[in-house]
């Protein structure tokens, strides 16, 4: 294979993969938004794994089904609207000598970006149904995941930013079971589709111009959820969930194909109401196994069909992400029989350690969240949710080593630094009611 060939399907490869996991289910700060439940936006998300306030609570903890004695229906949306800051930063091209590894600066120029982000809407659907005083089962269908990161055509370091157009649902049909007063547990499939579009472009000075255009690549997975809730009384409980995720493939109609390994997930959650007080406390800590995320596999299909030219190849890119953990605290006021009221922070750890990008924004973040219902009678509400998602300053360093004809060598490179900075608002709105 040549070195054009080469390149082109490393690039791609890249582009596929960076792109591809900004998208997945359950990302953490790897920018993972939940989209279950107005609720839990309005409290940060914790203690969702117990509180089961209304049917969302299954997609946190299937066993959280056994505390409902009606059929309950949620159903509503939430609004992702993501800040994507790139400053500071400076766009190099010059020289790559193969011979002995060393680049040469021949140019430079700014490569800030004031606002790479954008707004996406997440619907969500949630069902139980007690089949008894044992049984329960539930269906729900939800977004783990919708975003969009977009850089103009023209941006100088357009081989790095590009577009990247993601959408993921989840379709989970879940089971719960009664041992006693104090201890229940639950189990769930999650059916899994995902699909993206995403644009990377070669800069055009150089011989290898050449545009990426990946449009709606899509797959499905299987995964499995688990949980358990303990009862102390009707006023303290606690919940233990896991979650189980697959590697998802992603297949477009070039032929290309890309695998990744998703995070598996565990959650701890705590809710105590202050007895002869309206005012309850909530907790979570997540756990979200993101090193996992070693390397992502790249396979060329379809030669005939791709827009490389190669003969089928694979290609594997490094990630190596780490751990990530989210600490979640909130508290709920239950001013009177139409009105509840609820906040909630969280904090955050990144997914990314050494390696980063500034098309995958990550770092810590904080989380500031408040919420209401209002009780429209006994037997619905609507549910209302904000989240202020502040993230930090994180040192991007990226390199490409590009074939070019009008190089001495054969070989160019393009470097970009400086700063990325990734903030979000998320909203939540939704209907909940008990049959």
């Not at 159903?75 to 193969?98: C, H, Q």
């Not at 209302?384 to 490409?400: A, C, H, I, P, R």
Request: glycine share 8%.
């Amino acid at each position: 294979m040549n070195n054009t060939r080469l390149f082109k399907k490393s690039l791609l490869a890249v582009t596929i993969a960076t792109a591809t996991i900004a998208s997945q289910p359950a990302l953490s700060a790897g920018f993972q938004l939940n989209a279950q439940s107005a609720t839990g936006i309005g409290r940060a998300f914790a203690g969702d794994a117990v509180i089961a306030d209304n049917a969302a609570v299954m997609a946190r903890n299937p066993a959280a089904m056994a505390l409902f004695d009606k059929m309950e229906l949620s159903l509503g949306f939430e609004s992702i609207t993501s800040m994507i800051e790139v400053k500071d930063a400076t766009y190099s091209s010059g020289v790559y000598n193969p011979a002995n590894g060393q680049s040469t600066p021949v140019s430079s120029t700014s490569a800030n970006y004031d606002d790479a982000g954008d707004t996406s809407i997440a619907p969500n659907i949630h069902l139980i149904v007690p089949v008894n005083d044992k049984f329960a089962w539930g269906v729900n269908a939800y977004s783990n995941f919708g975003t969009k990161t977009e850089f103009d055509d023209n941006y100088v370091a357009s081989e790095y930013g590009g577009l990247t157009d993601v959408k993921s649902f989840n379709l989970g049909l879940a089971g719960s079971y009664r041992v006693n007063e104090q201890l229940s547990f639950g189990a769930g499939l999650d059916l899994i589709y995902g699909q993206g579009t995403f644009k990377r472009a070669v800069p055009s000075t150089n011989s290898a111009a050449y545009l990426l255009n990946v449009d709606k690549a899509d797959g499905w997975a299987v995964g499995f959820n688990l949980g358990s809730v303990y009862e102390l009384d009707e006023n303290n409980r606690f919940g233990l969930s896991y979650r189980y995720s697959p590697e998802f493939t992603a297949d477009d109609d070039a032929g290309q194909k890309v695998t990744l390994p998703l995070p598996d997930m565990a959650e701890f959650s705590g809710f105590h109401k202050i007895e002869d007080t309206k005012f309850a406390v909530h907790y979570s800590v997540q756990w979200i196994g993101w090193s996992s995320m070693d390397t992502i596999d790249f396979e060329n299909l379809d030669p005939s069909q791709s827009q490389l030219g190669a003969a089928s190849s694979t290609y594997q890119k490094d990630y190596k992400w780490q751990d990530g953990w989210r600490y979640a605290i909130g508290g709920t006021y239950y001013l009177n029989n139409d009105w509840t009221l609820r906040t909630g922070y969280m904090y955050d750890t990144s997914a990314q350690d050494s390696l980063t990008s500034i098309s995958v924004p990550d770092s810590d973040r904080q989380w500031f969240s408040a919420g209401f219902t209002y009780h429209i009678d006994s037997a619905s509400n609507i549910d209302f949710g904000f989240t202020y998602l502040m993230g930090k300053d994180t040192d991007v360093n990226e390199s490409l080593v590009l074939p070019s004809t009008t190089s001495p060598t054969g070989y160019a490179f393009t470097n970009v630094s400086g700063t990325t900075h990734a903030d979000a608002i998320l909203m939540g709105l939704q209907y909940s009611r008990s049959f």
